[in-house]
């Protein structure tokens, strides 16, 4: 049998076996994707192509070595929701409403360059003194344990279709044999589709009216929108109200690049350098934003993606990105992902959510963490309680004043905070990804 820790170089599997992958990693971000501008009422198709663009954007600045993904942010739905119902209350409309956070989220991005800055001015080695594995491996753990109630509601659709994909996937991982075993998250996804389509759980009829082709962007529905309208005390209220919640996607982004790190086995931290990481999500929130997208983010769908399949060549994920751009511009196409039962999307999520987290458990014991240690018991258990109670039991985030924070950006700041001020080494003696000691 073949062994389970082979290592795929892309270049090797051939164009079309690229193009496939390049699919699967479509598929995997697609379902959370999506849900962002369901959620808020942005568009679709405008979040499907800066997601595309985005990712390319990111893959520039960050020297094209990163395998990342940028999908949207779930991390801003508090300020989208609360600058909607401020400028409806005003007498807005949704769209120039949206259009008001759209100008928030922009300015947000600023954050990330601010503290690109800092890590480049003082080092990586200085800021990631106060990030050891402690701190990290429960964020990463918690992570994919917020996310997995999301995963659960969509299961509980219709489990025997969820159980299908995931059943699909194990099958195909474990036991398939060449491309079979490196596209076990799409077979999933067809598999399951395909099943609810002959079983009558899809209806088809909006795909007839969908439009075969179609511009993604529209004039309204950007920031040019809103200085037409020039309200500027509105303008400043939402940017004071959203810029904080970058804090948040800092965090998990520093949280993602640990994951991808250690799945790929590569320290992206240092080289590119989590600077240029860093200013790459900056810079693809800020375009998506201007545009009328939501926030950009790393997305750990694709982290587990690249865990489960062992091909870490960026240019798959690149493909994944230029065939997004290509089917923004194709409304049936979004109608088609659109109408793929929530079953579907939970069971694969299931799973991808599971290895985030598992990634973050193997962190903590490649590094040798002392967990008998009280003071470490205490960051980890408050990083991931914070973190998980936050999501399920405060309605996702907690809000001081204009301010709302999600959960995991809540732990993270504790982790940080308490790491730094109780007695003991802040930055414990661990292994980088080469295997060289460093404190």
Known sequence: MESQNV??????????????LGVQH???????????????GLDVSTTLLFAGIGTLLFHFIAKWQVPA?????????????????????????????LDYACLGVACAGV????????????GVQKILHF?????????????????SGSAIANCQTNWPLAILAIVTVITSSIWGKGIIKIIPVLLGVVVSYITA????????SPLGEAAWVGLPVSRERTVLAVFEDGNSALMLSTIIAIMPIAFATIMEHIGDMFAISSTVGKDFLSNPGLHRTLTGDGVATAVASVFGAPANTTYGENTGVLNLTKVFDPKVIRIAACIAIVLAF????????QLMPAATIGGVSLILYGMISAVGVRNLVEEKVDLKSSRNVFVAALILVLAIGVKYGANDDIAFGPIHLSGLAIAAITGIFLNAIMPGKLGMKVKSFHGKEKV
């Not at 892309?10 to 496939?20: D, F, N, V, Y």
């Not at 429960?138 to 917020?146: F, K, T």
């Not at 389509?197 to 088809?204: I, R, S």
């Open 131 to 147: 990030f050891p594995p402690v701190v990290t491996g429960p964020i990463v753990i918690a992570i994919g344990l917020v996310l």
């Open 26 to 40: 479509l598929f995997a971000m697609f379902g959370a994707t999506v849900l962002v501008p369901l959620l808020t």
């Open 197 to 204: 389509a002959c079983l009558g759980e899809v209806d088809f």
């Open 330 to 337: 194709c409304p049936k196409f979004a109608c088609l992902i």
């Open 69 to 97: 993904f940028l999908g949207s942010s779930f991390a801003f739905l508090g300020g989208y929701a609360s600058v909607k119902e401020m400028g409806m209350g005003q007498g807005l409309s949704e769209t120039l409403a």
């Open 111 to 122: 954050m990330y360059f601010v503290m690109a800055a800092l890590i480049k001015s003082f």
């Open 7 to 20: 290592i795929y170089d892309a270049r090797q599997l051939g164009k079309p076996r690229m193009m496939i």
